[in-house]
């Protein structure tokens, strides 16, 4: 059995970055009440780590940023890498809290285009509805539509001027259609793509695996860029994906007679548990006995 570690993997720039920022506040400011707002990945190993440095987690599927705001009062807030939209950050500073920003630099980039096409056109801004992202962009100006799918296209009026942008982490295997349908209606819209480097490298990696027979992909199932990453796995022709949590998650029947299982883990994936997967099957590779650790801990970095 070959194990094929794929590269590049795991925890991108903007995702270490938010980790450290929120680590570095935990620890200057012993006692102070620090919340940060929303997930700050999709990762239980990674909030676990960081509700153990005391910070608390602001999240409500069902609620806006502006929301959940309101169940802040005191201290530190948080902003994720995600990014959020000028009315989070006017209201956060109202409300006296000190405002620290994890916001990923790509996010800030497109933030920053979308803000300047907004001075004189409209932006469509290809993005999953109630995603953190999409939210702070969209709520960046009323010139902003937000397109999560094509028929979000049939509400919109005639429009002049305008940008088609999107979420930084869509999937590479998605978004031409999306655009496509944009341009049937708004033909002379300028495209500035803004899929991150990190998140389409690591998809082209999974893309371009050859003769593997089975698939693991190392994240949570609410990690939209690891599930995106399995589902590329699956649209590429690799007979069996699987997504799993750690090393944990791991049954014998998915590894079971494979000649070629390939490792891949989302940007939200502390390297660590990908790392325990790979060991793992190394050790089953040349043993052949199955038998799973009964505690899985991880770093945050
Ligand atoms: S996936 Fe891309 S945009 Fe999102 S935090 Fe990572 S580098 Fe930044």
Redesign the pocket.
Known sequence: MEIISVIPRGY????VR?IRTARKTAEENPGKTISMLGMIVHNRYVVEACRDLGIRFIEDPGKTRTELLDEIDEGIVIFT??GVSDEVRQKAAAKGLTIVDAT????IRTHELVREHCRHGDVLYIGKKNHP?AEGTAGLSDRVHLISSVSDLDDLPALENVMITNQ??LSILDIGQIIDACLEKYPDAVISQEI????RIRQEAVMNLKDTDCLLVVGDTRSN?SRQLAEIGRRSGIPETWLIGSVEDLKEEMIKNKNRIAVTSG?STPNELTSQVISFLKEYAETGKFILPETVRCALL
């Open positions: 991108c720039q903007g995702v938010a890498a995600h990923c630099p790509d996010v992202e930084t982490t991150c480097n990190a998140t860029n940007s």
